[in-house]
């Protein structure tokens, strides 16, 4: 707990707290993780667990400081991932993981050997160290809410619409040139990422859509400044592209294309065409670094087996 000043940070335990336990299985062979030989770093991410967000509550930010996880090898073998925060140091991690290990051993011999001493008044401040570096640590705070993303913060779903249809006077389908609505949806993070986050996206794109039928391009003077200011934030995804668009109808003269890509350099970008070989299907592009794709497709195909 980092309280505002001149309170000092502390550790905060309610009777029935918990850490963060993640059950995962990992495809990767045991003996490749146990061998010497250079392998590639993002691999080990699948084994490391993930904090909980760091959140502020009456100005005090919360910092969880630990996390677990047990990652089942195929065939054989187990990895236990620890994440903390650096209130400890190594040697503390390993006491305090011998020290598990001892609780969890049928002989729980030697316990006091490591059971953990919390005595801070051992340590003896001769030097007035502790004045200075709190001084540090509250100035350095004052800057720690541009830097911590807060589940309450609001993301934003940016997409266009075509206006051809939607004005009060007709537009041509061929009109060459921008005709689109920016349409902006936008939901808290705590929302999207629980159980109905989907539906939660779901209703915010529908309300987005909904405000169309008011005037396409009602507020059109401020898209500019709102989108300078949508991206500044940096919480913000857009898409570019549409299944209506007919992107594998295009012939010149060989036929359909076989593959249609829409190549974006921004990671926070989704793609959207009809889909190349089944009629009625949509292709969903989406480019991120590789640990995040493989994140992202695990989730994926975890949730198509969960409905079939």
Same mark, same amino acid.
Request: proline share 6%.
């Given at each position: 707990?980092?309280?505002?000043?001149?309170? &000092?940070?502390?550790?905060?335990?309610?009777?029935?707290?918990?850490?963060?336990?993640?059950?995962?299985?990992?495809?990767?062979?045991?003996?490749?993780?146990?061998?010497?030989?250079?392998?590639?770093?993002?691999?080990?991410?699948?084994?490391?667990?993930?904090?909980?967000?760091?959140?502020?509550?009456?100005?005090?930010?919360?910092?969880?400081?630990?996390? =677990?996880? $047990?990652?089942?090898?195929?065939?054989?073998?187990?990895?236990?991932?620890?994440?903390?925060?650096?209130?400890? +140091?190594?040697?503390?991690?390993?006491?305090?993981?011998?020290?598990?290990?001892?609780?969890?051993?049928?002989?729980?011999?030697?316990? @006091?050997?490591?059971?953990?001493?919390?005595?801070?008044?051992?340590? &003896? !401040?001769?030097?007035?160290? @502790?004045? $200075?570096?709190? !001084? @540090?640590?509250?100035?350095?705070?004052?800057?720690?809410?541009?830097?911590?993303? !807060?589940?309450?913060?609001?993301?934003?779903?940016?997409?266009?619409? +075509?206006?051809?249809?939607?004005?009060?006077?007709?537009?041509?389908?061929?009109?060459?040139?921008?005709?689109?609505? #920016?349409?902006? /949806?936008?939901?808290? &993070?705590?929302?999207?990422?629980? *159980?109905?986050?989907?539906?939660?996206?779901? *209703?915010?794109?529908?309300?987005?859509?909904?405000?169309?039928?008011?005037?396409? =391009?009602?507020?059109?003077?401020?898209?500019?400044?709102? =989108?300078?200011?949508? #991206? &500044?934030?940096?919480? %913000?995804?857009?898409?570019?592209?549409?299944?209506?668009?007919?992107?594998?109808?295009?012939?010149?003269?060989?036929?359909?294309?076989?593959?249609?890509?829409?190549?974006?350099?921004?990671?926070?970008?989704?793609?959207? /065409?009809?889909?190349?070989?089944?009629?009625?299907?949509? @292709?969903?592009?989406? %480019?991120?670094?590789?640990?995040?794709?493989?994140?992202?497709?695990?989730?994926?195909?975890?949730? #198509?087996?969960?409905?079939?």
């Amino acid at each position: 707990m980092c309280p505002p000043p001149p309170t &000092k940070p502390y550790i905060l335990y309610n009777n029935g707290d918990s850490i963060p336990l993640t059950i995962a299985e990992c495809t990767i062979n045991f003996n490749h993780f146990i061998s010497n030989h250079p392998r590639d770093i993002i691999e080990f991410d699948q084994l490391v667990p993930k904090l909980p967000p760091i959140h502020i509550s009456n100005e005090t930010f919360v910092i969880p400081l630990l996390a =677990l996880q $047990v990652t089942i090898l195929p065939n054989s073998g187990i990895c236990i991932g620890i994440t903390y925060r650096h209130v400890v +140091d190594g040697l503390t991690s390993i006491h305090f993981m011998k020290f598990m290990g001892l609780n969890l051993s049928v002989a729980r011999t030697c316990l @006091e050997k490591f059971l953990p001493y919390y005595d801070r008044d051992v340590i &003896k !401040d001769t030097n007035g160290v @502790e004045a $200075v570096l709190l !001084d @540090e640590y509250f100035r350095m705070r004052s800057s720690w809410k541009d830097f911590i993303l !807060d589940v309450d913060e609001v993301h934003y779903f940016v997409f266009p619409a +075509d206006c051809r249809d939607r004005l009060e006077y007709p537009v041509p389908k061929t009109y060459f040139g921008n005709c689109l609505a #920016l349409c902006v /949806s936008e939901a808290k &993070k705590s929302e999207l990422v629980a *159980t109905n986050g989907v539906a939660v996206a779901a *209703t915010a794109i529908d309300k987005a859509i909904s405000k169309l039928q008011s005037g396409p =391009l009602k507020g059109a003077e401020r898209w500019i400044s709102d =989108l300078m200011n949508l #991206l &500044k934030l940096g919480r %913000m995804c857009t898409v570019t592209g549409s299944p209506s668009l007919g992107f594998y109808e295009t012939d010149f003269g060989w036929g359909s294309p076989k593959k249609v890509e829409m190549v974006n350099q921004q990671t926070k970008n989704i793609s959207l /065409s009809e889909c190349g070989d089944e009629k009625g299907g949509i @292709e969903v592009g989406l %480019m991120q670094t590789k640990s995040a794709m493989d994140t992202f497709s695990s989730i994926f195909e975890q949730s #198509l087996n969960f409905l079939n």
